[in-house]
């Protein structure tokens, strides 16, 4: 911990850790799981850098009781994971597979008994293969099929789970999986990939209706946001900065919390449905924040549309992503800068005002990719460093008047970054992969401190 006195949270606040099915489960052929979307594009080549799938992954799925054990030791009250559909519905659709849920129902129950509230997303981007090769998100069919899903898990585990996240960063699976071609199904549709938005966006409102009626209840949806940045006050960057801001960040949460799309957006949205508008707009508990970094944007340049995470972007984009400078990096190359959350969550009450509901923080966190050294510690200062002035702007935020119930960190555990495969190192936990061998970093230690210190204040 820095060396001032740490803020003070307020009593109850939610301390938490986060991971998601696919990166962390392993066991893709086990117990009657069905292929995902993700399984079929990682086994594509060039998709992953090495090379890397997520065939074994944290073998969290065999492991769990141990990492319970460490998310106990840890002190944290909530573990948000992910359901895997194809693990509970195989084909997206009929009858649950029974040895699929019995995973969850044991992981939930270890839960509960080692004091830690599970707070579950039912998607975190696994979509099923069959699903996926019918359309995917393009296809309005897929919201269907995640309504009977988010049912018949609301059905099962409502006495026990007493919080819900419906899917997490509609944008990235939009942008980065239809639209730049980065991510599962690897489609490269531009801004022809905005309907997959709009059932993504369907697909919660529905879902959160599906989860109701099944009893469950305390349901909010986990959002990518970090501010944007214009690259300078030129006409041409400010237009082109609002474009994309409207794109990354009021396309996913307008429609949710204010039950219209961004005006902005209007000449590339496909027509739908009025009736669908007020069902995005179910009213939900809580809204979640996934952010990280704030992204610099200016108008298009020739030749170029910038880069995400070294993957070229379209160059006839309506904006280039640039760099943001003048700020230490993690060592996926994102900008560490505090303050931009400050802003972000403050925009945010600006925006919405008291359509704002209580906001949890679901993810925040940084690559930092250190491993045990001779001492077999894992010394990553730049995690604490991180987290520490990430904690500090989220109070400022909370004391300017923004609503914030949690913060969960992530992740618990290094694990398979996507497109990144086993190169970027999130973890609370170090993972060696070779062996599955735990360790837990200086992080963990400095975050435990804060939680058990923050819960006695
Ligand atoms: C989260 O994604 C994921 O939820 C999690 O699974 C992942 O491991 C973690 O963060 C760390 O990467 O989407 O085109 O508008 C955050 C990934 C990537 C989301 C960049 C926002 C911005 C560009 N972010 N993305 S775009």
């Known amino acids: 911990m820095d060396d001032a006195v740490f803020p003070s949270f307020p009593p109850g606040f939610v301390w938490g850790v986060s991971t998601a099915a696919y990166q962390v489960e392993g066991a893709v052929d086990e117990d009657g799981r069905g292929k995902s979307g993700w399984d079929a ?36 009250d909530a573990y ?57 998100w393009l296809n309005r069919d897929t919201a269907e099929r995640f309504a009977d899903y988010a049912q018949l898990l609301g059905a099962h585990f409502a006495d026990r789970i007493p919080r819900w996240t419906t899917i997490n960063e509609p944008v990235s699976v939009t942008m980065l999986g239809y639209g730049a071609g980065i991510h599962a199904p690897g ?64 396309l996913f949460a307008d429609p949710i919390l204010n039950g219209a799309y961004p005006e902005a957006l209007a000449p590339f949205l496909p027509a739908v449905p009025d009736s669908d508008l007020p069902t995005i707009a179910a009213p939900i508990d809580w809204y979640g924040i996934n952010s990280y970094n704030p992204t610099l944007v200016g108008a298009p340049r020739a030749g170029t549309g910038g880069q995400i995470d070294g993957h070229a972007l379209d160059a006839s984009l309506p904006f280039s992503l640039r760099e943001v400078e003048d700020y230490p990096r993690t ?22 005002g008291n359509k704002l509901p209580p906001i949890y923080i679901t993810e925040n966190g940084a690559a930092v990719n250190d491993g045990p050294g001779p001492d077999g510690r894992v010394h990553d200062q730049r995690r604490i460093e991180y987290a520490d002035a ?9 004391d300017a008047g923004v609503d914030v119930r949690g913060y969960f ?23 060696d992969f070779a062996t599955q061998r735990r360790t837990p970093k200086d992080s963990f230690r400095w975050f435990s401190e804060l939680i058990r210190a923050a819960r006695d204040a």
């Open 331 to 352: 060592d996926f190359g994102w900008p560490v800068v505090p303050e931009a959350f400050t802003e972000l969550l403050l925009g945010f009450k600006k925006r919405y």
């Open 41 to 76: 594009f990682a086994a594509g080549p060039g998709r992953i850098r090495d090379g890397d799938t997520a065939t074994m992954a944290c073998d969290h799925y065999h492991r769990y009781p141990e990492d319970i054990a460490l998310m106990a030791e840890l002190g944290v």
């Open 409 to 431: 960190h992530w992740s618990l555990l290094d694990n398979f970054e996507w497109a990144a495969g086993y190169s970027q190192r999130f973890g609370l936990v170090h993972v």
């Open 390 to 398: 990430h904690l500090r702007a989220l109070k400022a935020a909370m």
């Open 187 to 250: 489609l490269s549709l531009g801004f022809d990939a905005l309907p997959a938005a709009h059932h993504l966006l369907l697909a919660h409102g529905m879902g959160v209706q599906a989860l109701r009626s099944a009893g469950a209840g305390n349901i909010g949806i986990a959002n990518n946001h970090g501010a944007t940045w214009p690259a300078s006050r030129s006409e041409g960057d400010l237009q082109a900065a609002g474009l994309y801001d409207a794109i990354a960040n009021w």
């Open 80 to 136: 948000r994971f992910s359901f895997s559909w194809p693990r509970i519905q195989p084909g997206g659709a009929g009858p649950v597979n029974a040895a699929g849920l019995a995973f969850y129902d044991r992981l939930v129950d270890g839960l509960l008994a080692a004091g830690i509230t599970p707070s579950p997303t039912l998607f975190h981007w696994d979509t099923p293969l069959e699903l996926e090769q019918a359309g995917g």
